[in-house]
């Protein structure tokens, strides 16, 4: 089961809630000093809302061993270090579905469908205002980066929030808030999605 939505519309809550086993995907960032991570455009900031930011190769990777065995090995990202600061095994046992969740998560959705281990892709969407609050509050209150990128950074995404979840959505992620994606959730860990043994 893939969850996407915007920085701070909630993804890592709900997937708490969720009762399933999570898989972080923002744990494959790539490090701050690797010489591909993208730029905002006009800006020296590091664009870590682009996809170019993020490790997609090892993601897939990491999802379709756990479909396949149960266990991997993922890295351990500190994000306001922006760096990996070492590896855990994430086990996942016998059940039949995990949740993959991270801002990045759309990406995958082809992919994954092609392994055979797609339950379902969801996009979650709590709007642009409510959004900014909580990823903001989030952010610093986790030391994540400076006051001022943080600003600067939530108030681009802020804008650009629509276009984010319209092109989750032409990816292949459905749309929806909190409550309508526990009820997906539910239907899905109750085989009624599942596509094989373990799906994501």
């Keep these: 089961m893939l969850l996407c939505g915007p920085s701070g519309s909630g993804k890592s809550l709900l997937a708490a809630r969720s009762g399933l086993p999570v898989l972080r995907l923002d744990d494959f960032y790539k490090e701050g000093t690797d010489p591909t991570l993208p730029t905002v455009p006009e800006s020296s900031d590091i664009d870590w809302d682009h996809p170019g930011s993020w490790d997609a190769d090892a993601a897939v990777a990491a999802i379709a061993e756990l479909c396949r065995t149960g266990r991997t090995r993922v890295p351990v990202y500190d994000l306001s270090l922006s760096a990996r600061t070492g590896a855990e095994a994430v086990d996942v046992g016998r059940t039949p579905l995990f949740l993959a ?4 998560a759309a990406e995958l959705v082809t992919r994954c469908r092609e392994l055979g281990v797609l339950a379902d892709a969801l ?12 990823r903001f509050v989030r952010d610093l209150r986790e030391g994540r980066k400076s006051v001022p990128f943080l600003l600067r950074r939530g108030w681009r995404l802020m804008r650009q929030e629509r276009s984010v979840i319209a092109r989750q959505t032409a990816l292949g992620a459905y749309a929806c808030d909190r409550d309508e994606a526990m009820g997906r959730l539910a239907d899905a860990a109750a085989g009624r999605c599942a596509t094989a043994r373990t799906a994501a």
């Design 123 to 134: 996009c979650l969407s709590r709007g642009p205002v409510t959004t900014f609050r909580r």
């Design 101 to 104: 969740e991270g801002i990045f």
